[in-house]
């Protein structure tokens, strides 16, 4: 199991459930490292001060927040310290909700919470009567010297929370240019065909069909110069073409959509065609 990163209870009425807090996802980003071309070496970074160029000890730097243009207010952090939040080991619900409610914007990062010590049973009956209801429980918990609101949510089993962001760090759509339907007025065909081809491409959500073929190809570079071979350049992709016919552009999407569907359903009645014959 990933090692916690933070360990507490769940509080709410009258009820704690210990808890440890443990990742609950593991992104593969590939990182790269800078070097100098001509020798290889590492490339380190260094503070410089931007009026007199001269490097500066980490001793020497103080904590500015810009006012305005080229305007700083320095704050200490002993005067931090003193509006830090109160470093609770409890994360303490609110409310419940309905996770249909919770537009998916607002949730940031995910994590496991896992039973810590004799908890086994009140977390069980937590997860059962929140899974039983559909809730989703709202509260807040101090990670690390800053306050998290978090949305607590049962998964096979297990608990999930998921750091959200404030109602003021979400941009509202209202603030964007967007052109609507009211705007454009599509006729009622390309209504019709908009949503004949949307419901040909639905299927039931399966995470696991999904792969980053960018990160394989990456992997298979580094494989394959790391052996000596040579790499011959690819061709860049071709920009797909403006949409000039909305209407002809449908009609193309959708029979296509339908020839892979039926396609796809042939190839699944042979595949079950051998197994039975075998």
Known sequence: MPRAIWSGSISF??????????????????????????????????????VDGEEVDYSEIVKGYEVHRGQYVIVEPDELEGLAPEASRSIDIEEFVDLAQIDPLYFEHNYYLVPDGPAARPYALLVEAMAGTGKVGIGRFVLRTKQYLAALRPREGALVLSTMLFADEVVESSELEVPTTKDTKPSDRELTMARQLVGSLSAEWDPAKYK?????????????????NEIAPAAAPERPAPVLDLMAALEASLARAQEEHHSSDNGARGRGRSRASA
Do not use: M, W
């Open 13 to 50: 009425g009258l009820v704690n459930v210990p808890v440890k807090l443990v990742t609950a996802t593991s992104p593969k980003d590939i990182r790269f490292h800078q070097l100098h071309a001509s020798d290889g070496g590492r490339i380190n970074q260094k503070r410089v001060c931007s």
């Open 212 to 228: 980053d073929d960018y990160r394989d190809k990456v992997l298979g570079l580094i494989e394959a110069k790391a052996d000596g």
